[in-house]
């Protein structure tokens, strides 16, 4: 019997190219929804919306994926270091983005026509979940200052 998982079909490691590509991409994806979110009071609503929510679906499903691998390695062997190093580096670049979410959150919120945009929209009228649940909690949101 195996006891050894095979990852193989995420990545053949980290020192997988694969993987370093992707890490690559969730900081350059992180690093433009920064921007992205920076510059929100300068931006048509709909180019705005559009915009920051692609990107945090993007960064999503690559940090998932990176972390999913990571976590998995270190499930098979809980002294795998390299396995929490790179959990560690996933999570700083996530978590490195609460003040631009926060701001995007907060900027959306308070867009006065906010769900005749995401209604309007192919790509925001799958989320009218979302930005119902964040124009109905908006009084609750952190400031993204």
């Given at each position: 019997?195996?006891?050894?998982?095979?990852?193989?079909?995420?990545?053949?490691?980290?020192?997988?190219?694969?993987?370093?590509?992707?890490?690559?991409?969730?900081?350059?994806?992180?690093?433009?929804?920064?921007?992205?979110?920076?510059?929100?009071?300068?931006?048509?609503?709909?180019?705005?919306?559009?915009?920051?929510?692609?990107?945090?679906?993007?960064?999503?499903?690559?940090?998932?994926?990176?972390?999913?691998?990571?976590?998995?390695?270190?499930?098979?062997?809980?002294?795998?270091?390299?396995?929490?190093?790179?959990?560690?580096?996933?999570?700083?670049?996530?978590?490195?983005l609460a003040?631009?979410?926060?701001?995007?959150?907060d900027w959306?919120?308070?867009?006065?026509?906010?769900?005749?945009?995401?209604?309007?929209?192919?790509?925001?009228?799958?989320?009218?979940?979302?930005?119902?649940?964040?124009?109905?909690?908006?009084?609750?949101?952190?400031?993204?200052?």
């Amino acid at each position: 019997m195996n006891e050894v998982w095979n990852l193989s079909v995420i990545y053949n490691g980290f020192e997988d190219p694969q993987y370093e590509k992707d890490l690559a991409s969730l900081k350059g994806k992180a690093a433009a929804y920064a921007a992205a979110a920076g510059k929100l009071g300068d931006t048509e609503p709909l180019d705005g919306l559009k915009t920051c929510i692609t990107l945090e679906e993007e960064i999503t499903l690559l940090a998932n994926k990176l972390a999913e691998y990571a976590m998995l390695r270190q499930s098979a062997d809980a002294r795998d270091a390299q396995a929490g190093s790179q959990i560690g580096r996933i999570m700083a670049v996530v978590s490195g983005l609460a003040a631009p979410q926060a701001a995007f959150k907060d900027w959306a919120s308070k867009l006065p026509n906010l769900m005749e945009l995401v209604k309007g929209d192919d790509t925001l009228k799958e989320y009218p979940f979302l930005f119902e649940n964040l124009a109905k909690s908006s009084r609750y949101l952190l400031s993204g200052q």
